[in-house]
C-alpha cells in the first residue's frame, strides 16, 4: 500500500494522510474509526476518535475530591483549614495519576521540610529510594506473573520502560528514575495545593467573583460532575486562576545554570554561574499592569492572556517559560477546575475570622497559618 501511495508525488494539495498512511487510511475507511489489527503476534488496537484520542484523567481526580468532600460534610457552619484539606487531595490526585497508588511516596514530603542533619538527610534520601524501587518491583512483578502485559502507561509504567530499555542510549539509570519520580512528586503535589488553597481565599474574601464562578460551573455542569468539554468552556474560572497565579503564582523563581558563556540583552554572563529567574516581579509590576496591580482584578483575563499582558510574555508566566516550561500545566488547570468547580457546587465559603495572612515561600507559596474558612451549604440534603 505504501509503496504504491508513494509511487508518484502527489498533487499540489493537503490532503496528505492517504498518502503518508495508506494503510491506516483504507482500514479507518473500511472498518471504522478504531479498530483492531495485528503487528506480528500482538494485537493492535488502532484508535482515532477524538473522544478517545482524549486521555481522559478527569474521573481519578473527581473521585479523590468526592472524597475529600465527603469529609467536608462534617465541617458545614464550622471552621475548617483548607491548606491540609488541598494537600491530602493533590497527594492523593498525582499518587493515583502517575504512579496508579495512594499515597506511597507523597506521603515522604511531609519529612522534607523537617530539620535534618546530613545523616537523617541520607536516611530519607535511602528511604524514598526504597519506596521507588518497591513500586518498580510490583509493575516488574505483575509482568513476571502474568498479571499484566506492559508496565503500564502512567508516568511510572513509561520511566519503568524506558529503565528497561535496551538499548544504552535510551535507557535510564535508577538514579535518575527515582529523581524523576521525586521531580515529578514535588511538582505535581506542592504547586497545585497552593494554587488551590489561594483560589479559595481569594473567592472567600471577594465574594462577587465567587457568586460569578458559582454561575458559570451550574450553567455548564448543573449540580453532575464536571467533565472535560465543559471544562474547557469554563472562561470566567480561568481568568479566576490566572489573576491568582499572577498574584500568589506557587513557583516563585526558575532556576538556570549558565554552562558556557552567553549573552542576555546587556548582560554577559560567563559560565559556570547560577541564573535565578525572577518570574515573580514582572508579575507585580506596575509599569505592565497598572496602579492597581495589587488588586484581585480577573477581568484583566477577560479577553485572554495575550491582550492582558499587552503581547509581553514575560510579564505573566507561572509555569515557566521556554523548552522547560511545565510539563503539568494542563494537569494542573485540569485538576484545579475540576476540584473547584465541585466545592462551588456545593458550598459558599468565607473567609473566617481566625485567617492570619502571611504568605510565605517554603519552594512554593504557602499561607503560613494555613487557610480556615466557614463552609454554608447550598443543598439542605449536603
Ligand atoms: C499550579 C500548578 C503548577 C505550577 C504553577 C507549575 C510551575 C512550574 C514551573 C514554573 C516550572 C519550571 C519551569 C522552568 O524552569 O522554566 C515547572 C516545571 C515542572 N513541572 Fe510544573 N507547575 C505546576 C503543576 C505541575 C504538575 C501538576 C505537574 C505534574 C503532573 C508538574 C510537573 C512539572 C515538571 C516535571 C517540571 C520540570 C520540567 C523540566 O524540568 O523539564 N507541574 N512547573
Redesign the pocket.
Known sequence: MRQEALSKPMALGHDIFPRVQPHIYTWINKYGKNYLSWDGVRAELVISEPELIKENMTPAVISSVETMLEKWKGYVGKEIELFEEFRLL?SEV?SR??FGNKLTLVSFYSKLWEPADVLLSEELANEIQGCVMKMIKKREDRVVNGGADSFGND?LGLHVNAYHDLDDKNMLSLGDLVD?CK??CL???D??N??LAWTIFLLAIHGDWQEKARREVIDIFGNQNPHSEGIVKLKIMTMIINET?RLY???NG???KVGREVQIGKLVLPANIDLY?A?VVPQHDPQLWGDDVHLFKPERFAEGIAKATKYNAAAF?????????????S???M??KIALSMILQRYTISLSPAYVHSPISVI?IQPEHGIQVILKSLHSNV
Do not use: D, H, K
Not at 317 to 329: A, K, L, Q
Open positions: 493533590t498525582i495519576t502517575a508516568f524523576e521531580t515529578f511538582a505535581g503535589q504547586t497545585v497552593s494554587l497565579l503564582g506557587p513557583a526558575l532556576i538556570r529567574v518570574n508566566c507561572p509555569f515557566g517559560i521556554g523548552p522547560r516550561s511545565c510539563v503539568g500545566m494537569f494542573a488547570t485538576e484545579t512554593t
